[in-house]
């Protein structure tokens, strides 16, 4: 036994058995991880099809960025930007009914919109955004339209599932005071609920326009618009050249949005 | 207390009126960004009214209800299998990865900030911009199809998510103690371990279970590409046109990221 493990386990601060449940446990965790990489690593992979260093290093090599192909991205690229936004405006607009029902201190019915709000939410949040845009493509043909709808349902979750925590852990006076005063469950919303959740909601609403934008560089895979649609052709047709510059465009977009957001937010938080 | 004086009043009173005029100005601007957007978009305005209209139908009549007993033959629930040890393999080993890369993309306690930090932040942000989609796909042309390329698509997107998570909790960290030990003598290796991991421990275990779940979401749908897992027979169901059994996958699916979700809230609850 090496030094090491006989001060761990000598040591007087701690149970020995603990101790010893613990190495257990990491040994158990290796061993499964260990047979893991088996089984889906060295199995399943074709090592003499995969080749060398040499033969991945030639196809690293075809994917050197084709320069004369980037007046034709621009638009494609464009095009997800604006995706990305028309996406989360109309899940904001969604989101806000949402997230009303789904927060338990103002739902207007404990067992009948409650239950509605968190089923919503927890549809889009588990439903990945290519699920979405295969069924609206399917039902309105290609184009950006089924993308911005696919980007529309899939972040409504988080936009609302956050906004409806944000109003739950809102200050109850002005809520009370209003409704002393009469007021409406919508003017009790708009008025009392809405300004105290209003810094929260926009920073959440910049940081999923900005995950936004990389959901929509992929819709275009299954037919939804955007700079995906050019990469599947591009792979598809075998153009590795314009599949690098396609990427470095992606990185230069993601990379820019992501410092916009970033500054927005600080400015409003 | 001071009292509003007329002067006073008239001043705030015009400043709020060229916020409000600057207000309209930027709703303004934004509405007509709104219209020109759409008309780039090339979106067939005419089809927006019966759109509802026809998702519906769709979903009613085509895709409901979905084919449960497709969805449990026993390849089906190999591939489960499958993808399940791809998410643990790609968030264990892109962890691995990401912990290093988080020590080096802090600002605040980096080894070397003239050249690991902008590779490591490099790294980070390729892996974060490009999503894990597309790495598969481009992946699959190096490695071949199966599940190598979905684990090594998955280290990426651990690299971007948790990658830039726990950096940014790094540089969050109360810097007294890393002065503390660095006086001691300590070399940069001391000072990540006896000064910055014993302050992000309890976060960085957060983020590596919810990173956990963050991947096994996306490597549900990588099959799509070819890079191992259900994905690949969503796929074969939808170019076959088979909706209801492809619903049938989408309902494992679903299924699938509810018990994964509801693991680690429970596994991260009991963390704090």
């Given at each position: 036994m090496p030094a090491s493990d006989q001060i761990l386990l000598s040591n007087p601060l701690r149970d020995p058995r603990t101790i010893v449940r613990r190495y257990l446990a990491i040994a158990a965790g290796l061993l499964l991880i260990s047979w893991m990489v088996k089984d889906v690593v060295i199995d399943e992979v074709d090592w003499k099809r995969l080749g060398g260093t040499a033969e991945l290093l030639k196809t690293l090599s075809y994917f050197v960025p084709d320069w004369t192909f980037f007046p034709q991205i621009v638009r494609p690229l464009l095009e997800t930007l604006l995706m990305a936004f028309w996406g989360t405006l109309l899940a904001v607009c969604l989101a806000m009914p949402v997230a009303f029902m789904a927060a338990r201190n103002i739902t207007p019915h404990r067992w009948v919109t409650y239950p509605i709000g968190r089923a919503l939410i927890v549809l889009s949040r588990s439903t990945h955004e290519v699920i979405f845009a295969l069924i609206y493509v399917a039902a309105l043909g290609l184009g950006p339209l089924p993308g911005i709808l696919a980007l529309a349902s899939r972040s409504l979750g988080f936009v609302a599932k956050t906004t409806a925590e944000a109003i739950e852990n809102v200050n109850r006076g002005p809520i009370e005071a209003m409704e002393a005063a009469g007021a409406s469950p919508l003017a009790v919303f708009l008025y009392a609920v809405m300004p105290q959740v209003m810094p929260a909601f926009a920073g959440n609403v910049i940081f999923s326009l900005e995950i936004n934008l990389r959901r929509a560089s992929i819709l275009g895979l299954v037919g939804?618009?955007?700079i995906g649609y050019v990469f599947a052709e591009a792979m598809q047709s075998l153009q590795y050249d314009r599949v690098g510059t396609i990427v470095i465009g992606l990185i230069g977009l993601v990379v820019a949005g992501e410092f916009i957001s970033n500054r927005v937010r600080a400015r409003i938080l | 207390m001071t009292t509003l004086t007329l002067a006073r009043y008239e001043q705030i009173a015009r400043a709020r009126g060229w916020s409000r005029f600057w207000t309209f100005v930027s709703l303004v601007l934004v509405l007509c960004f709104g219209v020109w957007s759409v008309y780039a978009l090339n979106i067939p305005t005419e089809r927006i009214a019966g759109m509802f209209g026809r998702i519906g139908n769709m979903v009613w009549h085509r895709l409901m209800p979905p084919d449960l007993v497709f969805a449990m033959q026993p390849k089906i629930l190999a591939s489960v299998l499958e993808t399940v040890q791809m998410s643990v393999l790609g968030a264990f080993f892109g962890t691995c990865l990401a912990v290093p890369l988080a020590w080096f993309a802090?600002?605040?306690?980096?080894?070397?900030?003239?050249f690991l930090y902008p590779l490591a932040r490099g790294i980070i942000v390729t892996a974060r911009s490009v999503p894990t989609l597309m790495w598969a796909m481009l992946l699959v042309t190096f490695f071949g199809f199966g599940p190598f390329a979905g684990v090594l698509a998955l280290i990426n997107g651990t690299i971007g998510f948790a990658g830039k998570l726990m950096s940014e909790q790094v540089e969050a960290i109360d810097m007294k103690r890393v002065e503390a030990i660095r006086a001691t003598g300590a070399n940069e290796v001391d000072v990540f371990f006896y000064a910055v991991l014993p302050q992000v421990r309890a976060n960085w275990m957060g983020t590596i279970i919810y990173n956990w779940d963050t991947q096994f979401r996306s490597s549900t749908i990588l099959g799509f590409m070819g890079a191992g897992g259900l994905g690949l027979f969503l796929r074969q169901q939808i170019a076959v046109l088979e909706y209801p059994s492809a619903m049938g996958i989408v309902a494992i699916i679903v299924g699938l990221v509810l018990v994964s979700e509801a693991l680690s809230h429970q596994l991260r609850k009991r963390l704090y």
């Amino acid at each position: 036994m090496p030094a090491s493990d006989q001060i761990l386990l000598s040591n007087p601060l701690r149970d020995p058995r603990t101790i010893v449940r613990r190495y257990l446990a990491i040994a158990a965790g290796l061993l499964l991880i260990s047979w893991m990489v088996k089984d889906v690593v060295i199995d399943e992979v074709d090592w003499k099809r995969l080749g060398g260093t040499a033969e991945l290093l030639k196809t690293l090599s075809y994917f050197v960025p084709d320069w004369t192909f980037f007046p034709q991205i621009v638009r494609p690229l464009l095009e997800t930007l604006l995706m990305a936004f028309w996406g989360t405006l109309l899940a904001v607009c969604l989101a806000m009914p949402v997230a009303f029902m789904a927060a338990r201190n103002i739902t207007p019915h404990r067992w009948v919109t409650y239950p509605i709000g968190r089923a919503l939410i927890v549809l889009s949040r588990s439903t990945h955004e290519v699920i979405f845009a295969l069924i609206y493509v399917a039902a309105l043909g290609l184009g950006p339209l089924p993308g911005i709808l696919a980007l529309a349902s899939r972040s409504l979750g988080f936009v609302a599932k956050t906004t409806a925590e944000a109003i739950e852990n809102v200050n109850r006076g002005p809520i009370e005071a209003m409704e002393a005063a009469g007021a409406s469950p919508l003017a009790v919303f708009l008025y009392a609920v809405m300004p105290q959740v209003m810094p929260a909601f926009a920073g959440n609403v910049i940081f999923s326009l900005e995950i936004n934008l990389r959901r929509a560089s992929i819709l275009g895979l299954v037919g939804a618009g955007g700079i995906g649609y050019v990469f599947a052709e591009a792979m598809q047709s075998l153009q590795y050249d314009r599949v690098g510059t396609i990427v470095i465009g992606l990185i230069g977009l993601v990379v820019a949005g992501e410092f916009i957001s970033n500054r927005v937010r600080a400015r409003i938080l | 207390m001071t009292t509003l004086t007329l002067a006073r009043y008239e001043q705030i009173a015009r400043a709020r009126g060229w916020s409000r005029f600057w207000t309209f100005v930027s709703l303004v601007l934004v509405l007509c960004f709104g219209v020109w957007s759409v008309y780039a978009l090339n979106i067939p305005t005419e089809r927006i009214a019966g759109m509802f209209g026809r998702i519906g139908n769709m979903v009613w009549h085509r895709l409901m209800p979905p084919d449960l007993v497709f969805a449990m033959q026993p390849k089906i629930l190999a591939s489960v299998l499958e993808t399940v040890q791809m998410s643990v393999l790609g968030a264990f080993f892109g962890t691995c990865l990401a912990v290093p890369l988080a020590w080096f993309a802090a600002w605040n306690v980096t080894p070397n900030r003239s050249f690991l930090y902008p590779l490591a932040r490099g790294i980070i942000v390729t892996a974060r911009s490009v999503p894990t989609l597309m790495w598969a796909m481009l992946l699959v042309t190096f490695f071949g199809f199966g599940p190598f390329a979905g684990v090594l698509a998955l280290i990426n997107g651990t690299i971007g998510f948790a990658g830039k998570l726990m950096s940014e909790q790094v540089e969050a960290i109360d810097m007294k103690r890393v002065e503390a030990i660095r006086a001691t003598g300590a070399n940069e290796v001391d000072v990540f371990f006896y000064a910055v991991l014993p302050q992000v421990r309890a976060n960085w275990m957060g983020t590596i279970i919810y990173n956990w779940d963050t991947q096994f979401r996306s490597s549900t749908i990588l099959g799509f590409m070819g890079a191992g897992g259900l994905g690949l027979f969503l796929r074969q169901q939808i170019a076959v046109l088979e909706y209801p059994s492809a619903m049938g996958i989408v309902a494992i699916i679903v299924g699938l990221v509810l018990v994964s979700e509801a693991l680690s809230h429970q596994l991260r609850k009991r963390l704090y």
